[in-house]
């Protein structure tokens, strides 16, 4: 067998099955500190707000409780911010007996963290005009 590798960040996240998630390297941009975010009015309750990050605006969506850091995610083309996870690592991981998409970090096996759901289901619980739909 094959060594099989993926890069990206490993976060805790709780709620979760075992509180951790991967976000591969193809998705994940960046780590920075948590934002100061605008809260848009009559938004779902996941979306932090907008936040100014590096001259850019973006949605900031909360994937678990508290704020230690922001992940900068380009999904779909945009950019959106997950923040309630804690980065637990950076780097190249071992995929070997991972689940479809995951890592193992530490001896365990992490899921991937589906951002593109997370994303589209906060948008269809906000009204169209705001996400330009």
Same mark, same amino acid.
């Given at each position: ?5 993926? %890069? ?35 938004? @779902? ?30 999904? %779909? ?9 804690? #980065?637990?690592?950076?780097? #190249? ?6 689940? @479809? ?8 096996? #992490?899921?991937?963290?589906? #951002? ?11 009204? %169209? ?5």
């Amino acid at each position: 067998m094959s060594a099989m590798t993926s %890069g990206g960040i490993v976060l805790r996240v709780e709620p979760g099955d075992d509180g951790l998630a991967f976000i591969p390297a193809s998705i994940a941009l960046r780590v920075a500190p948590p934002p100061a975010t605008a809260r848009v009015p009559g938004a @779902p309750r996941e979306l932090v707000g907008i936040a100014a990050h590096e001259g850019d605006v973006l949605p900031v969506v909360a994937i678990g409780g508290g704020q230690t850091a922001m992940v900068v995610c380009a999904v %779909g083309g945009e950019l959106v911010g997950l923040v309630g996870g804690t #980065v637990l690592a950076t780097g #190249v991981f071992d995929a070997n007996g991972a689940p @479809p998409g995951g890592v193992v970090y530490e001896g365990t096996a #992490v899921r991937p963290l589906d #951002v593109a759901s997370i994303v589209a289901r906060i948008q269809a619980g906000a009204r %169209g005009d705001r996400w330009g739909g």
